[in-house]
């Protein structure tokens, strides 16, 4: 406890003794509650993200490639991305799988490859005279995920033809036209999504603005994490640097257990490395989560024919999405300014601490889902 003195008081009686508190040049009442107000925004947005990120996983998209071999013969890769189960020795593949026209026979089913990330099937489909030009392809279960499946089809006449299936649009007829130019601008939406559904990246851009006291330090935090986010990404989709993506997503969510582990510590008071240079962790952070980023990519690929503009696209929906991220938190904190809401510091702080033990949680998780691989 603080030490008291007393100090003198004139009165018309007398002198009257009255407490004076020993800390000297304590912070008027005006700045505490700017203080709490700075941080309503991140403790709404905490409230209105937590509870979907608690048992949270990268969202991924779904690759579905189908080449005509021969006519009327093609061979069908299926590849579709895995979560861990709670028993690190199994996994739970989403409940989504390609539909092809009734006229279309399965052959020579191969059997499945489970990667890290990932379930692979082969199969052959023989489809006739008819073949696959104007016939219906649709994923039964995607309206019921977050996934996005991105469909490739390679005619033997070399027609080739994209397609990004959504929730809300599971389905495509087969056509030259339906599917040409369609490959590259898919890498946008697909940056895009894979950011605003990555609730880890996420929760983590919104620690990185617990830090940001000007503008400059916004400037400086969002810059430095897109540049180094975007090295890696470059160099891991390029097959020039590559890490396995299990480790990645466990030190990702041990980067938001750091950011929280400061922020409880008050690292807004300028006394840590993260308050005094914010860019700099937001930089060494933005590399490993450039490897985190080049995991949706590596689902999928790159079109051959276009893989620097495919490249620079999806980094571009990654920026977007990260922009429209800060941009709402902005909004947020104007809406808090202007309506001087008084926000407790117990409630202001709560988030800081969920976040960690979410962050702790996923770091754990992800963890124990490695082990069957060091066995």
């Known amino acids: 406890m603080a030490a008291t003195r007393t100090a003198a008081t004139t009165t018309a009686g007398g002198h009257r003794a009255r407490p004076v508190t020993g800390r000297r040049n304590e912070a008027p009442a005006p700045w505490r509650e700017h203080r709490s107000r700075r941080w309503a925004t991140p403790a709404l947005l905490g409230v209105l993200l937590l509870p979907s990120t608690a048992a949270a996983h990268e969202v991924r998209p779904a690759y579905l490639q189908v080449t ?3 006519g ?13 189960d709670a028993d690190p020795g199994l996994v739970r593949r989403l409940p989504i799988a ?3 026209p009734a006229h279309c026979r399965e052959t020579d089913r191969q059997l499945p490859d489970l990667t890290a990330s990932a379930l692979i099937e ?5 489809c006739g005279d008819a073949g696959l030009t104007g016939a219906e392809v649709s994923i039964d279960g995607l309206p019921r995920t977050l996934t996005d499946v991105l469909l490739r089809v390679r005619l033997v006449d070399g027609t080739a033809a994209d397609h990004l299936l959504r929730s809300e649009a599971p389905r495509v007829v087969l ?5 040409r130019g369609a490959a590259v601008p898919t890498y946008l939406v697909l940056g895009i999504e894979h950011l605003l559904f990555g609730f880890d990246h996420i929760l983590f851009v ?3 603005l617990f830090f940001v006291h000007r503008p400059l330090q916004l400037v400086q935090v969002v810059t430095a994490f897109t540049v180094a986010h975007s090295i890696t990404l470059a160099l891991s989709t390029l097959g020039l640097v590559t890490l396995s993506q299990r480790p990645v997503e466990a030190v990702i969510a ?3 257990l750091f950011l929280a582990v400061e922020l409880s510590r008050d690292a807004g008071s300028g006394q840590s490395a993260m308050a005094r240079s914010p860019w700099a962790i937001a930089f060494g952070f933005g590399l490993l989560h450039g490897f985190g980023f080049a995991g949706a990519l590596a689902e999928i690929g790159l079109p051959e024919s276009a893989r620097a503009m495919a490249l620079l696209l999806f980094n571009l929906g990654v920026e977007i999405g990260q ?4 941009g709402i938190l902005l909004a947020l904190l104007q809406v808090v300014r202007i309506s001087r809401v008084p926000v407790p510091a117990f409630a202001a702080r709560m988030p800081v601490w969920v976040m960690g033990t979410v962050s702790a949680y996923w770091f754990v998780e992800r963890v124990l889902s490695m082990a069957p691989a060091a066995r």
Do not use: D, M, N
């Open 98 to 100: 390609p539909r092809f």
């Open 206 to 208: 919104v620690g990185l």
């Open 254 to 256: 041990l980067s938001i």
């Open 323 to 326: 922009l429209a991220i800060v």
């Open 175 to 179: 056509s030259p036209e339906s599917g």
């Open 122 to 126: 082969r199969w052959t489909l023989s």
């Open 68 to 70: 005509e071999a021969s």
């Open 72 to 84: 009327g013969h093609f061979e069908v890769l299926w590849k579709q991305p895995i979560l861990p």
